[in-house]
């Protein structure tokens, strides 16, 4: 993935559930990002397994 390819979000948590998701991705052996970037794919995944696909025009319409 190129890096202008990247988009940056700016997610707020509470520090209880940061040291949560922390403990979580740690016992993953992976990072916070990485295991946010896991969890939102698989919201997509569930998303369109119950929708269908989410196409292009979709996005841009």
Do not use: W
């Not at 190129?2 to 052996?29: C, F, Q, T, W």
């Not at 970037?37 to 196409?55: A, M």
């Amino acid at each position: 993935m190129n890096k202008k390819d990247v988009k940056h979000i700016g997610l707020r948590v509470s520090p209880e559930m940061h040291r949560k998701l922390v403990y979580i991705a740690e016992y993953d052996a992976r990072n916070v990002n990485s295991l946010a970037l896991s969890l939102l794919n698989q919201c997509i995944r569930d998303f369109e397994k119950e929708h269908g696909p989410i196409t292009a025009e979709d996005l841009n319409g």
